[in-house]
């Protein structure tokens, strides 16, 4: 059974993070949607660290965040990571969903095509495109 417990940040948290998202070349290529403004310890600063847990096994983890919107309060997924046996779409979007209940919007930006694909299949849909060129 999975189940959700939120973790005050710490170190061992940002060193979680970077070495999910900021320490590979291939990991940042394939999640980074800043343009490398941006790297994944530094979406914990304004959001909150929660663990998935399967019958008391770590098996993911995400990070939220709430923000004011015209129409409410979007939630903000800002990452995510799980193990590859653990499909965060079909089994911790919904618990995710269900947090934040009270929210407006629930808000996730991706670069993933696939992830996009099986976005829209549960209901989610494209807001916005952002375009970029390289100056030199």
Do not use: W
Request: net charge neutral; glycine share 8%; with cysteine.
């Amino acid at each position: 059974m999975l189940t959700i417990r939120h973790e005050p940040t710490t170190d061992a948290h940002r060193e979680e993070v970077a070495a999910a998202f900021d320490d590979s070349p291939f990991m940042r290529a394939k999640t980074d949607t800043s343009g490398g403004m941006v790297d994944g310890v530094d979406c914990l600063a304004t959001g909150e660290f929660f663990r998935v847990l399967d019958d008391g096994k770590p098996v993911a983890f995400y990070v939220l965040r709430a923000r004011n919107g015209r129409a409410g309060i979007v939630a903000e997924i800002t990452l995510a990571h799980g193990r590859a046996d653990v499909d965060l779409v079909d089994a911790v979007l919904p618990l995710i969903e269900k947090q934040c209940a009270g929210c407006h919007a629930m808000r996730i930006e991706t670069r993933r095509a696939g992830l996009m694909k099986k976005l829209e299949r549960a209901g989610y849909q494209r807001a916005s495109v952002i375009l970029t060129k390289e100056l030199k």
